[in-house]
């Protein structure tokens, strides 16, 4: 796959992810009853639906960075990952496995945007050796 098609999806993805995390946070922190009563029904507390739409709103943020905060990106795809594996288990034992179909595909649709994310920037780490000198190594050599 060349460059400019990495690209492309990377930018699709990412935009796509913010849209639905973006949402979703804007409508936690609004109180908007289709997200926060099937939240509440999921047994979280309100005081954490606020702090989850804060934490979405600013990883939006930084997610539409474009080659800035890089290590931050990686937190936030983290953080992504967490908030879909706990929307799925949270909805498969309340609501049922029929009700989980979101979370499948948000699960789908943000592993190819990290997949692109670390082809454009793969990741590397510096090697300090015994006589001081540093070397850049990509985790990928």
């Not at 973006?22 to 936690?28: I, P, Q, R, T, V």
């Not at 949270?90 to 029929?98: E, H, I, P, T």
């Not at 943000?110 to 000198?133: E, H, I, Q, S």
Request: no cysteine; charged share 15%; hydrophobic share 50%.
């Amino acid at each position: 796959m060349n460059l400019k098609t990495t690209k492309a999806i990377y930018w699709v993805g990412a935009a796509l992810t913010s849209l639905w995390f973006g949402a979703s946070g804007f409508f936690e922190l609004t109180t908007n009853p289709v997200v926060w009563d099937i939240t509440v029904k999921l047994g979280y507390p309100s005081h954490f639906i606020y702090i989850l739409g804060v934490a979405k709103l600013s990883g939006v943020a930084v997610l539409l960075t474009p080659n800035r905060l890089l290590r931050l990106k990686e937190w936030v795809f983290a953080g992504i990952f967490f908030d879909i594996t706990f929307a799925f288990f949270s909805k498969l034992s309340v609501l049922g496995f029929a009700d989980t179909a979101d979370a499948i595909i948000a699960f789908v649709m943000v592993t190819v945007t990290y997949f692109m994310f670390r082809k454009l920037y793969p990741a590397t780490y510096t090697d300090v050796t015994t006589n001081g000198a540093t070397e850049q190594v990509s985790a990928n050599a």
